[in-house]
């Protein structure tokens, strides 16, 4: 099936990180179904914990599945994690289509056990991947769409950056510190970055998708699929809220954290104060802080948190 001749991103181009299978791939379809010129990458290592040796293949394939629908793809096989390789795919949109428009940063890996388990590598690992992978590529888009704007004697250029968070990071997955840990620091980088370029017109926003991929095969191995019709853990539920966020019309949504997956979007609201003490004196002592924390958390359930573990409950009504 072609790709429509005509949509909200003609005449934009978009890099999408970790596209060569999953989540990323289906990213980087459905902006080239919207009109976008897409950079397909991915590292294309076989282990979703980044282990084996990098592929070609994985980017290849999707970049020639967009071109063989009528659309504009090339690969990029650089790992984002890597300052210099990161700088060499951005610079890759802008030489082969003439600018960047879009920036979805998707590439991860899992290496999953328990604090007290964890190893220095596999907590180093996964940081790099996700938040650094997240830093590299954001740097670099960023300082292109400055200089666009100064170059254009201040005015504001088109921009768009789509993050992958995850619930993990909101309901504090016990056996993914490094991966919670890494999520929960990507939407700290969205919504700096949000604050720091919305002068020059881009926006920066976070989703946290759940979704059906070779990261999650065994998270969500006793979830069947549907007799028919679409799973409602397709990652084709996902990825329309990234082509929406990456469009013109979604300008007024900036620093935003959504959920998103099969045929639900909840909009994650910012943490609010629960309670607030002022000492009767200059500062605190330990009394006076023992009456007044002590009973205010004595009723509380066993087990809660500040993780919003309710979120996991999310869908669709």
């Known amino acids: 099936m072609a790709l429509p001749s005509e949509g909200p991103l003609n005449g934009l181009s978009a890099v999408v990180t ?18 976008a010129a897409v950079v397909v990458n991915d590292f294309g290592q076989s ?41 060499e795919l951005i610079a890759a949109a ?9 920036l979805v940063n998707n590439a991860g890996i899992l290496r999953d056990r328990m604090v007290f388990s964890m190893t220095e590598d596999e907590w180093d690992s996964v940081i790099r991947v996700h938040l650094k992978g997240h830093f590299n590529t954001t740097h670099f888009a960023a300082a292109h769409w400055r200089e666009r704007s100064k170059a254009a004697g201040g ?5 768009r950056i789509v993050n992958t968070s995850s619930e993990a990071f909101l309901a ?23 604050l720091a370029l919305a002068k020059y017109g881009v926006t920066a926003n976070a989703i946290c998708p759940r979704a059906r991929t070779r990261m999650t095969e065994d998270v969500f191995a006793g979830f069947q699929l549907p007799d028919e019709g679409l799973d409602p853990l397709a990652p084709e ?37 629960q309670a607030k003490f002022d000492s009767k004196q200059e500062t605190f002592t330990y009394d006076e802080l ?3 924390l002590t009973p205010h958390y ?10 919003a573990a309710d979120v996991l409950g999310l869908k669709r009504g």
């Open 155 to 159: 005015e504001q250029v088109y921009g």
């Open 237 to 273: 539920h996902v990825a329309p809220l990234v082509g929406y966020l990456a469009a013109p019309a979604a300008a007024g949504i900036n620093g935003q954290l959504l959920v998103v997956h099969g045929g639900m979007v909840a909009i994650v609201e910012r943490p609010r104060v």
């Open 298 to 307: 004595a009723d509380r359930p066993p087990g809660e948190t500040f993780a």
């Open 172 to 194: 504090g997955s016990a056996g993914q510190p490094n991966y919670a840990a890494a999520k929960g620091g990507i939407v700290g980088l969205t919504t700096s970055t949000a």
């Open 47 to 87: 282990g979703r914990d980044g282990s084996g040796e990098a592929c070609a293949a994985p980017a290849e394939e999707v970049a020639a599945e967009i071109r063989a629908l009528g659309g504009r793809a090339v690969a990029h096989t650089g790992d984002v994690a890597d300052f210099r390789q990161a700088k």
């Open 290 to 292: 023992d009456a007044l």
């Open 18 to 35: 970790g596209a060569g299978r999953g989540l990323g791939r289906a990213e980087a379809l459905e902006l080239a179904r919207l009109g």
């Open 94 to 102: 802008i030489d082969e289509f003439g600018r960047l428009d879009v």
